[in-house]
């Protein structure tokens, strides 16, 4: 009888899927792929050309966003066909979100596009009062208009943005994260409003700052390995002694440290150089190549590893919230971890072993080994933490468990896990008042592109004024002229407030303070009267790959997104980022 001869199984290779999008896969991974499929984004254009919204939403389709919805009343005009893309000759005449959507598609047909022909008084429901701020709770005419969406974009309009303050004060209530985006010609801003608490566990930190090598509190497993490699040190072989990791020769060298101070490990810098000199002085000289590396990575590494573990103070901020010392039933999944991370870290001193190791000089059998050591440590302390969530949800009866890969995720960057607290969009009114002494003194600096910021913002201030009084089209007040000289009096107005409240009292240097800024600020509002409320493509291109950018962070909830505004200058082509 002829037996055939076994044919190996075929190997999987990457799925179309993972073809089609392998080089964001690297960036955020399947679960950030997953977060953003999962996601419907919303784009509000009141009015205005609406091209930077467009644009930001292009950079969102291409990696493969679930879903949008364009709000836009508008018909297509000749106007837009310069500066907006995503429309031919044959859209004139037609609804100008139907038309964008169409076009945006064919970028990723995996993506639905969902045109909505309302104006945003339509879309929310009906009119809006004309109050200065909205109720609290905010009410819109129809309470559902904003469910079911991930994340909101709002599009700066030419006209009066008072929808601004109900949606956003409405995002708020609804702890839904609001974008706020204006371009106008040569410049633009974006702000972002996050919820009240917005956590993000995958930061994504640098690779060298996660790892965690327990030098000084070693368990049983690496310092029995540790003993059997270096246990007969002096009597290897140039070639083995010279391929001892650094990790175990620091090991062996503590413990012989300890046996002549008492017990104790070097803590103080004085004692680290010194310990530093013992380890260098232990390394053979008289080999071939006239030293030997692992030492030199020994001695490196004496400063930075021998530290005492300490507890990051973002994370200690999150250890002390209420919702972790007591989560609810309803709790969010990050409370339930983290709660059971600062169980971890009260039990222990110390918090998940993350099981990273460095490269080092090293026999791949031990370096193998080694990492296979320090990946079970980091095993045996998820297990621990995951059965802690359990014992939680337990008691809390809760519903849903928290996911081992979620678990995972926040033991290996425990340490570095930011919890942003969210704060309401700036206004365009006053500067926030919490942050003036700050932007006070920043806008005094000759280079701070903050008088960009200032500058919007007395824009807003205008319209506002502008749109809310009676006038003809074809007006006085409608010139290019009049809208300067109202500009830089709105500009005037802020910038004298801010002066005021940081020097209470002294008009005088208020006068002087307000006459340093507005000759920055003036070439600005020269540039808004000028475009008139236009926006200039490769600007509003630009704008839009940044604001996508951080709309990724938002909604993958990986990587840190700016805190909280973002300026350009199209001039000089810089942009700065201010906490307002």
């Given at each position: 009888?002829?037996?055939?001869?076994?044919?190996?199984?075929?190997?999987?290779?990457?799925?179309?899927?993972?073809?089609?999008?392998?080089?964001?896969?690297?960036?955020?991974?399947?679960?950030?792929?997953?977060?953003?499929?999962?996601?419907?984004?919303?784009?509000?254009?009141?009015g205005?050309?609406?091209?930077v919204?467009?644009?930001?939403?292009?950079n969102?389709?291409?990696?493969?966003?679930?879903?949008?919805?364009?709000?836009d009343?508008?018909?297509?005009?000749e106007n837009?066909?310069?500066?907006?893309?995503?429309?031919?000759?044959?859209?004139?005449?037609?609804?100008?979100?139907?038309?964008?959507?169409?076009?945006?598609?064919?970028?990723?047909?995996?993506?639905?596009?969902?045109?909505?022909?309302?104006?945003?008084?339509?879309?929310l429901?009906g009119?809006?009062?004309?109050?200065?701020?909205?109720?609290?709770?905010?009410?819109?005419?129809?309470?559902?208009?904003?469910?079911n969406y991930?994340?909101?974009?709002?599009?700066?309009?030419?006209?009066?943005?008072?929808?601004?303050?109900?949606?956003?004060?409405?995002?708020?209530?609804?702890?839904?994260?609001?974008?706020f985006?204006q371009?106008?010609?040569?410049?633009?801003?974006?702000?972002?409003?996050?919820?009240?608490?917005?956590?993000?566990?995958d930061?994504?930190?640098?690779p060298?700052?996660?790892?965690?090598?327990?030098?000084?509190?070693?368990?049983?497993e690496?310092?029995a390995?540790?003993?059997?490699?270096?246990?007969?040190?002096?009597?290897?072989?140039?070639?083995?002694?010279?391929?001892?990791?650094?990790?175990?020769?620091?090991?062996?060298?503590?413990?012989?440290?300890?046996?002549?101070?008492?017990g104790n490990?070097?803590?103080?810098?004085?004692?680290k150089?010194?310990f530093?000199?013992?380890?260098?002085?232990?390394?053979r000289?008289?080999?071939?190549?006239?030293?030997?590396?692992?030492f030199?990575?020994?001695?490196?590494?004496?400063?930075?590893?021998?530290?005492?573990?300490?507890?990051?103070?973002?994370?200690?901020?999150?250890?002390?919230?209420?919702?972790?010392?007591?989560?609810?039933?309803?709790?969010?999944n990050?409370?339930?971890?983290?709660?059971?991370?600062?169980?971890?870290?009260?039990?222990?001193g110390?918090?998940?072993?993350?099981?990273?190791?460095?490269?080092?000089?090293?026999?791949?059998?031990?370096?193998?080994?080694?990492?296979?050591?320090y990946?079970?440590?980091?095993?045996?302390?998820?297990?621990?933490?995951?059965?802690?969530?359990?014992c939680?949800?337990?008691?809390?009866?809760?519903?849903?468990?928290?996911?081992?890969?979620?678990?995972?995720?926040?033991?290996?960057?425990?340490?570095?896990?930011?919890?942003i607290?969210?704060?309401?969009?700036?206004?365009?009114?006053?500067?926030?008042?919490?942050?003036?002494?700050?932007?006070?003194?920043?806008?005094?600096?000759?280079?701070?592109?903050?008088s960009?910021f200032?500058?919007?913002?007395?824009?807003?201030?205008?319209?506002?004024?502008?749109?809310?009084?009676?006038?003809?089209?074809?007006?006085?007040t409608?010139?290019?002229?009049?809208?300067?000289?109202?500009?830089?009096?709105?500009?005037?107005?802020?910038?004298?407030?801010?002066?005021?409240?940081?020097?209470?009292?002294?008009?005088g240097?208020?006068?002087?303070y307000?006459?340093?800024?507005m000759?920055?600020?003036?070439?600005?509002?020269?540039?808004?009267?000028?475009a008139?409320?236009?926006?200039?493509?490769?600007?509003?291109?630009?704008?839009?790959?940044?604001v996508?950018?951080?709309?990724?962070?938002?909604?993958?909830?990986?990587?840190?997104?700016?805190?909280?505004?973002?300026?350009?200058?199209?001039?000089?082509?810089k942009?700065?980022?201010?906490?307002?």
């Amino acid at each position: 009888m002829t037996v055939s001869p076994l044919t190996p199984p075929a190997l999987q290779g990457p799925t179309a899927k993972e073809k089609k999008y392998d080089r964001q896969l690297r960036l955020w991974a399947a679960s950030g792929q997953q977060a953003l499929e999962d996601a419907h984004v919303l784009l509000l254009n009141d009015g205005g050309p609406g091209v930077v919204g467009v644009e930001t939403l292009k950079n969102l389709i291409l990696p493969g966003v679930g879903s949008y919805t364009i709000v836009d009343d508008n018909i297509v005009a000749e106007n837009d066909l310069g500066i907006n893309f995503f429309l031919t000759d044959d859209s004139l005449g037609k609804s100008r979100a139907e038309e964008t959507c169409k076009y945006l598609t064919e970028l990723n047909p995996d993506v639905k596009g969902h045109p909505v022909q309302k104006s945003l008084e339509r879309f929310l429901g009906g009119a809006i009062p004309q109050d200065d701020y909205p109720p609290d709770p905010p009410t819109l005419a129809d309470p559902n208009a904003l469910e079911n969406y991930s994340l909101v974009l709002f599009v700066a309009s030419k006209q009066n943005n008072r929808y601004l303050k109900y949606v956003a004060a409405y995002c708020v209530r609804k702890a839904l994260p609001l974008f706020f985006v204006q371009s106008l010609g040569l410049f633009s801003h974006f702000s972002i409003q996050l919820p009240d608490t917005f956590p993000i566990v995958d930061t994504h930190p640098e690779p060298t700052s996660t790892q965690d090598l327990r030098l000084l509190k070693p368990w049983p497993e690496l310092e029995a390995f540790a003993m059997s490699k270096t246990e007969d040190l002096d009597t290897l072989s140039n070639h083995n002694h010279g391929h001892v990791p650094y990790l175990l020769l620091l090991l062996r060298f503590l413990n012989d440290w300890r046996v002549s101070h008492d017990g104790n490990v070097p803590r103080e810098y004085r004692e680290k150089k010194e310990f530093k000199s013992f380890v260098e002085s232990k390394a053979r000289t008289d080999n071939p190549e006239g030293g030997e590396e692992n030492f030199d990575e020994a001695a490196a590494a004496v400063l930075k590893s021998l530290n005492k573990p300490t507890l990051p103070n973002g994370l200690g901020q999150i250890f002390e919230d209420p919702n972790c010392k007591k989560p609810q039933r309803d709790s969010a999944n990050f409370w339930v971890v983290a709660n059971a991370i600062q169980k971890f870290h009260e039990t222990h001193g110390s918090l998940p072993l993350p099981g990273a190791l460095p490269d080092m000089k090293a026999q791949s059998q031990d370096y193998i080994q080694l990492h296979n050591i320090y990946k079970a440590k980091a095993r045996q302390d998820v297990d621990e933490v995951i059965k802690s969530v359990r014992c939680t949800e337990a008691d809390l009866k809760r519903h849903t468990p928290v996911g081992t890969r979620e678990i995972e995720t926040f033991c290996k960057g425990a340490a570095f896990v930011k919890l942003i607290r969210g704060q309401p969009l700036p206004e365009y009114g006053p500067i926030c008042q919490a942050r003036q002494k700050p932007l006070h003194d920043t806008l005094k600096d000759d280079d701070s592109l903050l008088s960009i910021f200032v500058a919007f913002q007395a824009y807003d201030l205008w319209l506002q004024e502008y749109f809310d009084a009676p006038h003809e089209t074809d007006s006085p007040t409608s010139s290019e002229k009049f809208v300067l000289g109202s500009l830089k009096q709105s500009a005037r107005i802020l910038i004298d407030h801010n002066a005021h409240l940081v020097s209470p009292g002294d008009a005088g240097d208020s006068r002087h303070y307000v006459n340093k800024i507005m000759p920055r600020i003036e070439p600005i509002l020269e540039e808004f009267a000028r475009a008139d409320g236009a926006e200039l493509h490769n600007i509003s291109a630009l704008t839009g790959g940044m604001v996508a950018q951080e709309v990724i962070k938002v909604l993958t909830k990986q990587y840190i997104p700016i805190d909280n505004t973002c300026v350009f200058d199209g001039i000089t082509s810089k942009s700065a980022v201010f906490h307002v």
